[in-house]
């Protein structure tokens, strides 16, 4: 017999966005979460990420008159996931869309604010069931005074390394301010709201702040007329680690956490939800699984709570896993120098290239930041080489006066982090590739970008290609040749921003074992389940949505239970 320390309805390890729309949601179905949280920040993955939430056909979508369907959604998931398994079935997919909607009601009906990302166009435009006018939704700029005591308690969002009051949607403008009239004035418009916030001394959050933020605002204003929520307080533990499921007749009853530094058994009477994140940071955990994309985590800027002990426990009870071996790619140029932190998005720009170690490209590099990830993989090619012209560091290239002609800093040219050389063939040799292999990749490329074009990879052709690319540069805004000496090169490594694989769950966000038999009491959602995206990103938020619908549907499903 369990001593219980304390007794809850729903308790939901991890506070990233799945962990804390289940917690509204069990209070809007009538029943007493707990959300349970590691580190000393509330948010997780979510609060550090852009905060966008990827949905086909949202309420969002609708109010605003765009075109798009439930049939739309279905197909694209269709064409771009296909048959990945359980992790995608038909019902999941089914649950996906029609809970996501419910879910975005959920979160409008609770005061959170959202605003469509128009233009970001889905990351597969082009293929059937894709939009090119935005699927992705996002939080507004939220005043952090207005969570009192809790203030201080979100996780930073991106945001912050910019140091600007800036939405996700409006970044990619920002970056172009010079390229053209329409991103300087949202450039200005960024500005100003940053300058006022300051005056202020205000603390604005966006990105996944800002979603965070306004959902634990929900928690903590919630009343619906029910014994449970209203009380100015969110039904939060943070430094609260889990640390093991008890399990009683085969049923999930409860876990075992430490509260700082003392344990104690909490009784959930509907069930455990885990939504604790994934193992990005488990360097064993990624040798172990990481098959054909060897990793051990060393790239991973995800959460550093991502550290798979939760995951591990689930296992333990003998859960079902697939997709172990995948993650959330972002390739990455990890260079320590504020002048290089445009050399990040060469890959979307006009002036840059991807080669491997044979000098030759290998992939359309403004495609999915997931899909060039995996293709860095596929082809042997991690690291491999960004090469880019003097042109490319004239047009982006920042530096503390953007009146300046701009240029790379000569110290990264001496500490080799950046390869420079007058000629292709000198470059070439710099990198340890064949030269003539590389001067024949670029002048092939050059023959056909001048014209905006790339037969051989596609880059360009789709609206998602050109919504990250350069407004400002013709006749296409994501390719350009590289013909302007000196020429440059630098490393790319695959890091991520999380795993992705982890247990198998239904269409309930529940938990299943190595029989397909449900684990009673313990459901899952986010980067600790095996994602309904399979091997595949779908469009921006699209990790987030999955956490955020499926802890939604876990919490109405214990309710009824």
């Known amino acids: 017999m369990v001593n219980w320390d304390a007794s809850v309805d729903l308790l939901i390890a991890g ?11 069990a209070l809007d179905a009538g029943i007493e979460p707990l959300v349970v949280e590691k580190q000393s920040l509330v948010g997780g993955s979510t609060g550090m990420s852009g905060g966008m939430v990827w949905l086909p056909d949202n309420p969002l ?40 909607s419910a879910m975005i009601n959920l979160l409008v009906d609770n005061g959170v604010r959202l605003v469509r990302c128009p233009g970001w166009s ?19 700029p939220y005043d952090a005074a207005q969570l009192g005591d809790w203030s201080d308690k979100i996780q930073p969002s991106m945001a912050k390394n910019y140091g600007f009051v800036i939405k996700t949607n409006e970044l990619r403008a920002v970056q172009y301010f010079n390229r053209s009239p329409r991103a300087f004035g949202i450039a200005m418009r960024v500005f100003l709201r940053t300058r006022a916030a300051r005056l202020r001394s205000r603390e604005i959050l966006t990105n996944g702040a800002s979603l965070i933020g306004q959902i634990l605002q929900a928690l903590m204003n919630f009343d619906g007329g029910t014994s449970v929520g209203g009380s100015g307080q969110p039904p939060i533990w943070t430094d609260t680690a889990m640390d093991d499921l008890i399990v009683e007749d085969g049923r999930v009853v409860g876990a075992r956490v430490t509260r700082d530094g003392t344990t104690m058994n909490i009784q959930a009477r509907k069930g455990v939800l885990l939504a604790a994140g994934g193992f990005s940071r488990n360097a064993d955990m990624r ?3 990481s098959g054909d994309q060897p990793n051990e985590g060393k790239w991973s800027i995800a959460n550093a709570g991502d550290t798979g002990e939760v995951l591990q426990t689930a296992m333990a009870l003998g859960a079902k896993t697939d997709l172990l071996d995948e993650a959330w790619w972002l390739p990455m140029v990890f260079i320590q120098d504020p002048g290089a932190a445009s050399l ?3 890959r979307q720009r006009p002036g840059a290239i991807y080669v491997d170690g044979t000098g030759k490209r290998f992939c359309n590099e403004s495609n999915s930041y997931v899909e060039v990830g995996k293709a860095m993989y596929a082809n042997k090619a991690v690291p491999c080489w960004q090469v880019f012209d003097e042109g490319y560091v004239r047009r982006y290239v920042s530096g503390a006066n953007p009146l300046k002609k ?4 000569e110290s990264l040219i001496e500490q080799g982090a950046v390869k420079r050389a007058s000629t292709i063939a000198d470059l070439a040799r710099q990198m340890d590739v064949p030269a003539d292999a590389l001067e024949q990749t670029v002048k092939r490329f050059n023959e056909f970008a001048a014209k905006g074009l790339d037969p051989d990879f596609g880059r360009g052709q789709s609206a998602y290609n050109v919504c990250l690319g350069d407004p400002g540069y013709q006749p296409n805004a994501a390719v350009g040749p590289l013909d302007s000496a000196p020429y440059y090169a630098t490393r790319v490594f695959p890091a991520d921003v999380g795993t992705c694989g982890g247990v198998i769950t239904n269409e309930h ?5 190595e029989q397909d038999q449900v684990i009673e009491g313990l459901y899952a959602t986010g980067n600790i389940t095996a994602t309904v995206m399979g091997r595949n990103y779908l469009g921006a938020g699209g990790s987030i949505a999955n956490t955020m619908i499926f802890g939604y549907v876990a919490a109405r499903h214990a309710a009824r239970e």
Do not use: W
């Not at 506070?15 to 949601?25: D, Q, T």
């Not at 739309?72 to 019902?91: H, P, Q």
């Not at 701009?406 to 800093?409: C, G, M, Y």
């Open 61 to 100: 979508m609708r109010a605003c008159g765009i075109a798009d369907s439930h049939e739309d959604g279905l197909a694209y998931f269709d064409d771009v996931v296909g048959d990945i398994g359980e992790a995608s079935s038909a019902a999941r997919r089914e649950t996906f869309l029609t809970a996501g």
């Open 287 to 289: 040798r172990r699984y």
């Open 406 to 409: 701009r240029s790379l800093s």
């Open 122 to 140: 889905d990351y597969y435009p082009n293929h059937k069931g894709g939009n090119a006018a935005g699927r992705s939704v996002e939080g507004v």
């Open 15 to 25: 506070s990233g966005g799945g962990g804390m729309v289940a917690a509204l949601a």
């Open 344 to 346: 990040g998005s060469g």
């Open 509 to 513: 966000a529940q938990v299943l074992n």
